[in-house]
């Protein structure tokens, strides 16, 4: 019975990969604290079980189902709507000691979560003013978190909303929706670190800040202190409020600044021109970025051969001419399927022994949809080549393929047998061959006497 | 004539002949046994198996070559070695070694005898042990006589210092070399003794086959030149020497560029120049000589002097322009370090750190030579004594190969041969002078001395046990030649032989030398067998120590870290080592090495050495860029074995200094002057990786107890480094090899440092975003 449940199994799995939103996977954990109530993020909820989600809903305190069993990591995706839950076990020694009371199971960690990316699994985080286990996380990614307790705020554009719920227009992204009116966002702001795998998503207004304080009186000292600690100032457009970020495993995880964003109140509320929000466009597009529906790529493979022939060699030799092909599709989420994508202008192929030979450009072939191909001189050195292709793009996947190949000096059959230039050493050689003869001729055929004079000399 | 002992009556001449030409059959046959088993005790010790390391290479190139064939063996371009360099095997070999095993492989396998191709390689250096051993009898033959070179035969097949290059499993170029070198030597004297063409070609063919087979074919190439040379300037100058010559260095020369390795060096390097320099001079007397005979003895001196120093001065020019173009290279490092033992370890410290290459020790003459070392003085002696062409040749021979072996170990390889031909030459004039029966006559007449040649011997005391030649008219007889024409004469009752006036008399006198000899050969053969038992046949592979009951424990953790990075690392996986392991990871491992012992390229070792002498993170880029994944060390630290990387690591440091003399320096690495590995070591060394990773968690195995590195008597600090860059991936039983593992960028792009605080749940230091604005509110 146990074979054909698997099979059953692996069928199931199989359709669901067919059938999924995500180019990864469908299922789902929410992580969602008991301080918040599941019904208030109905349309966020609804939208992504609309699409194809399969969403499992556990509190952080809970140990079922587990995010990781055995270092397999148990959901596609994890959401973690916990900004405010605090504790976390730090350490062993605190474990022991029963210092803390944890409001997380012992497989949510900082350090889980961060295996869980590195398996493939895509996150998505929200943040609040308060410090907890998840804003030192975002410290890993390059995110500075403000102190603790300091909203964003703005007093533009003038509302009845209270300073610290702001309307954010949303900036022209390749991951967003074109023409998504401002979203309403509360939350706490961050600043960007210096890793190039960041992705900022929503950024602050230029009239907004983080203080501690909801009216203007702390404004000015903000800035002095700022001035006087060295401290970089925690305002204007350079503050993030949404921001992704994609590892190297290509699993990418986004860190909000804020729960109400993608609850049903934000989405429902005008804004203050009175047109509808953004919101529920916005946060439907930040998971499909998360859970890489959009902007999905992926090399399908790669060949290389010689000029005029068929097949990948084991080896080249130098001063060959190659041809190099790559074959690249993008995840289409209509369709659920890989389709092949022509869409990259600025891809480069790096022919490298320690450091690149050769650095050409990779361009589409047009009329042949996915295809890349170039062709190229191997280089007069011998060694062992690498042909790479590292292409990274802010949103983008990272497309990174690397083959081996070997570079050997020709065959000893395979350089030019007779050389103009030695026309001299040629002549030398026949000529002295000719008199030899000659002479030996002579010797031979020379008479008597010659002979006996010789054969006096040697005595 | 009065003898000392009776000797047999009644026996033809054509019998004592036959007997003794069996005799010398069964004696040769009875030597190459010899010489072959004593070979044997590596593989009746431990097992047959490839031994050290450059053998390990030559056994890969000759497996490539035993299934690929000849012609993929011959453009072998290995992607494997010296990554991502790759290394041009055919070009950059001396095929001579691979070539030999592989004929015989496909000899034995034309026959149907599937003989596995490592037994081949394992037991090719006892058999051309053997070969050797023939050679040189035909060599000694031709300096003195048959006994001689029995003598000399056995000497050679069992000295040590030949032994310790040839025993099996020691797949070496010197397995075969030293047979090429002995029988182009002996072609060489054949042919100037004969004036033959026949024999020069024979000796160009061998010079051939030994340039094919070792680079050290070069004292072949300046030896046969200095040989002519002395010849010339003695005033030997005969028809025979300009044939022979001329012979061997055309087709020599010819033949020898045919070697891919060699190429052109033989007319554009310094070290050729004198073979070329040699012939064109031949060629300059030999006209000289047909012009002399056909103008008047005073025109010819005229025309003499002005050619000859016309002719030398362009010719030195000449060689100088041409060095000075860059037509002809300079010497090399190598070469120099020959004249200077102090060169290599200022200029080249790659050169100075092969141990093989560090000047002899006093005591390991006597290690490899035994009594040969005071025998082979009285053979040179001997030889001024005849003087023929041939014994100026070995004369040249010894003063140059003692110079050589006192500068470099290695090279007391070329003195054995010369050391047990001497030898032989010595004793055999001792065994004869005392064996011979004859009794010197009573001189009561004065009668003149007519034995033609010896004139200056001084007369020899009664019962003398010094050693004193006897000079015999004719060269060619020994004792045996003595006693069959003394066996002639009785028998024939014709008393022709001179009657001699020097000699010994009695019995007593002869006995005590001979015993005394006979005594010295035993302890001779006692000492080699010793020495190879227990010296010179240990695969290096496999160690050997001995339990406290005295029963032999092996220690095995070469291969067993060799085997476990074939089974468990990724085929494609690039193992950094030092150069010493790269071969033996080429050839037990399977995997790709960064530097190996075939040191061609200095800059690529200083890499190595840097990142193994730089703290890790300044280790980590070096090593991502050569797609490093795995690092392996040696360390002995466990169970005192001293030749580990921590022993070598000066080295590392000194080569690399010599390409980044700004980031490395070698006194960085001293405490107070002292070289130091436990607390008070320099933060230089306690930073750098190789420390890190020949210590990492070697504290913990004492279990809090005082940890103790035996190979350099040191006590290691409680609290060993840590590792950040790298993990310990496998470490061997004894702990001899450490295999690390190299971490992948971190999949958040941190650095690993700061991943790795982060894995052990450490707090990170607050940061304040970047102040870009600063200015602008200022």
């Known amino acids: 019975m146990r074979f054909p449940l698997s099979a059953f199994l692996s069928f199931l799995a199989l359709a669901n990969n067919v059938f999924a939103k995500s180019s990864t996977g469908d299922s789902v954990l929410v992580v969602i604290d008991s301080s918040l109530q599941k019904e208030d993020y109905s349309k966020f909820f609804g939208g992504l079980e609309e699409r194809g989600y399969q969403l499992t809903f556990r509190g952080p305190k809970d140990t079922h189902p587990p995010v990781e069993q055995y270092g397999i990591p148990g959901f596609s995706h994890v959401i973690l709507f916990t900004p405010e839950t605090k504790f976390v076990v730090a350490s062993r020694c605190e474990r022991a000691l029963s210092i803390v009371i944890p409001a997380y199971t012992f497989d949510i960690t900082p350090q889980s979560l961060v295996g869980l990316l590195s398996e493939g699994t895509n996150l998505l985080v929200t943040l609040s003013t308060k410090q907890t286990p998840l804003s030192s996380l975002s410290a890993e990614f390059s995110l500075i978190p403000p102190p603790p307790g300091t909203p964003l705020v703005s007093h533009h554009p003038a509302r009845s909303e209270p300073a610290t719920v702001v309307p954010i227009p949303v900036p022209e992204s390749p991951l967003l929706t074109p023409g998504t ?130 097949g990948s060699p084991e080896k080249y030799t130098t001063n060959d001419q190659i041809i190099y092909t790559a074959h690249i599709s993008a995840y289409d989420p209509e369709t659920s399927s890989w389709k092949p994508y022509s869409g990259i202008t600025d891809m480069q192929l790096e022919f490298t022994m320690l450091d690149p030979h050769i650095r050409i450009a990779l361009p589409p072939v047009t009329g042949e949809p996915g295809k890349y191909q170039v062709q190229f001189r191997a280089p007069d050195r011998h060694g062992v080549f690498k042909f790479v292709v590292d292409w990274r793009r802010k949103g983008y996947s990272f497309l990174q393929t690397s083959t081996t190949v070997p570079v050997v000096p020709p065959r000893y059959d395979q350089y030019p047998r007779f050389l103009s230039a030695a026309w001299p050493y040629y002549a030398g050689a026949i000529s002295t061959s000719i008199g030899f003869f000659l002479f030996s001729a002579l010797w031979l055929a020379g008479d008597v006497e010659g002979k006996k004079k010789k054969g006096l000399k040697t005595e | 004539m009065p003898t000392a002992y009776p000797l047999p009556e009644n026996v033809s001449p054509a019998t004592v002949a036959n007997t003794a030409s069996l005799l010398r059959i069964i004696a040769l046959g009875l030597i190459s046994a010899a010489a072959i088993a004593s070979r044997l005790f590596a593989v009746i010790n431990f097992e047959s198996i490839i031994h050290e390391f450059d053998p390990w290479f030559n056994y890969r190139a000759t497996r490539v070559l035993a299934s690929k064939g000849f012609y993929e063996f011959w453009n072998w371009f290995d992607p494997t070695a010296w990554y991502p360099l790759g290394r041009v095997v055919g070009g950059t070999i001396y095929p001579g070694l691979m070539t030999t095993s592989g004929v015989i492989y496909y000899i034995l396998h034309a026959l149907h005898l599937p003989v596995d191709i490592r037994n081949i390689c394992v037991l090719l250096a006892p058999g051309f042990s053997a070969l050797t051993a023939w050679a040189t009898y035909m060599f000694t033959k031709e300096m003195k006589d048959d006994s001689a070179g029995l003598l000399a035969a056995a000497f050679i097949g069992i000295v040590p210092g030949y032994i310790s290059r040839s025993v099996a499993g020691s797949y070496d170029n010197e397995a075969i070399a030293i047979f090429l070198l002995m029988f182009t030597f002996f072609s060489w004297i054949k042919a100037l003794k004969q004036g033959s063409a026949f024999f020069g070609t024979i000796a160009a063919l061998f010079y051939f086959y030994m340039v094919a087979a070792w680079g050290g074919y070069v004292f072949i190439t300046n030896m046969i030149p200095l040989h002519a040379l002395v010849l010339l300037l003695m005033g030997r100058f005969t028809s025979r020497l300009y044939v022979a010559y001329s012979s061997w260095y055309a087709i020599g020369t010819l033949a020898s560029m045919q070697v891919p390795f060699v190429g052109f060096q033989p007319v554009r390097t310094s070290e050729h120049m004198a073979a070329l320099g040699v012939f064109g001079l031949l060629q300059i007397v030999a006209f000289a000589q047909l012009v002399r005979a056909h103008v008047s003895s005073k025109q010819f001196q005229n025309l003499l002097f002005v050619a000859v120093v016309s002719t030398g001065v362009l010719g030195f020019f000449a060689i100088v322009g041409l060095t000075y173009k860059g037509w002809i290279a300079p010497w090399t490092g190598r070469f120099y370090s020959l004249w200077d033992t102090g060169y290599a370890k200022k200029y080249i410290p790659i050169i100075a750190s092969v141990s093989e290459h560090q000047p002899t020790a006093w005591p390991s003459f006597f290690m490899d030579l035994h009594f040969l070392i005071w025998l082979f003085p009285a053979g040179v ?133 001979l015993v005394n000899a006979l005594g010295l050969l035993l302890f001779f053969v006692v000492h080699c067998t010793w020495v190879t038992a227990n010296a010179y046949s240990s695969p290096s592979v496999v160690l050997a120590s001995t339990n406290p009951d005295g029963s032999q424990h092996l220690i095995d953790d070469f291969r067993e870290a060799y085997y476990w990075l074939r089974q468990n690392t990724a085929e494609d996986a690039v193992v950094m080592s030092w150069w010493d392991y790269g071969y033996q990871i080429a050839g037990m491992a399977n995997r790709t090495t960064l530097v190996d012992n075939n040191t061609w390229n200095n800059t690529h070792i200083a890499t190595v050495g840097k990142a193994m002498s730089s703290p890790e993170e300044v280790a980590y880029p070096i090593l991502r860029k050569h797609d490093v994944n795995y690092v392996l060390v040696i360390f002995g630290g466990l169970i005192g074995y001293s030749g580990d990387d921590m022993n070598k690591f000066l080295w590392m440091v000194r080569i690399s200094q010599g390409v980044w003399p700004d980031e490395i320096q070698e006194p960085n690495y001293f405490n107070n002057g002292e070289y130091r590995v436990d607390d008070r070591a320099s933060p230089t060394m306690k930073e750098c990786l190789m420390y890190k990773m020949t210590y990492y968690r070697f504290a913990q195995l004492f279990g809090g107890g005082q940890a103790i590195d035996r190979v350099r008597g040191q006590h290691m600090p409680a609290n060993g480094p840590t590792l950040d860059y790298l993990e310990e991936a496998f470490t061997s039983e004894n702990w001899i090899v450490r295999i690390y593992e190299v971490k992948k960028d971190d999949v958040l792009g941190r650095d690993l440092k700061v991943a790795n605080a982060f894995g052990e749940g450490k707090k990170r230091k607050r940061t304040k975003p970047i102040a870009r604005r600063k200015a602008i509110a200022a």
């Not at chain 2, 030459?425 to 004065?446: F, G």
């Not at chain 2, 060269?475 to 003595?482: E, H, N, P, V």
């Open chain 1, 181 to 310: 009116p401002p979203v309403w966002f509360s939350g706490v702001p961050h600043a960007f670190g210096n890793s190039p795998y960041l992705v900022p998503i929503l950024r602050a207004t230029s009239e907004s800040f983080a203080a501690d304080s909801f009216d203007d009186s702390g404004a000015d000292t903000l800035v002095d202190a700022s001035e006087k600690v060295g401290e970089g100032l925690w305002a204007g457009s350079q503050l993030g409020l949404v921001t992704g970020f994609q590892t190297l495993k290509n699993s990418r995880v986004v860190f909000a600044g804020g729960v109400e964003m993608f609850g049903d109140e934000y989405a429902n509320k005008t804004l203050p021109d009175g047109a509808p929000s953004g919101n529920e466009k916005f946060v439907r597009d930040v998971t499909a970025w998360a859970f890489r529906e959009t902007l999905a790529l992926r090399i399908d493979n790669t060949t290389h051969h010689r000029v005029g022939e068929e």
């Open chain 2, 381 to 513: 002696v001997m030889c001024f004594r005849a003087l023929r062409d041939e014994h100026i040749f070995v004369i040249i021979y010894a003063a140059m190969a003692s110079y050589f072996a006192g500068v470099m170990v290695r090279l007391m390889l070329a003195l054995t041969p010369v050391v047990c031909v001497t030898s032989a030459v010595a004793l055999s004039t001792l065994l004869d002078t005392y064996l011979d029966p004859t009794e010197p006559t009573v001189n009561e007449k004065a009668e003149p001395v007519n034995d033609p040649p010896s004139t200056n011997v001084p007369v020899t005391p009664k019962k003398a046990k010094k050693l004193k030649d006897k000079e015999t008219a004719a060269t060619a007889r020994g004792a045996l030649g003595d006693v069959v024409s003394s066996v002639t004469s009785a028998a024939g009752g014709s008393t022709t032989s001179p009657k001699t006036t020097k000699g010994i008399f009695g019995l007593d006198g002869r006995v005590a030398v």
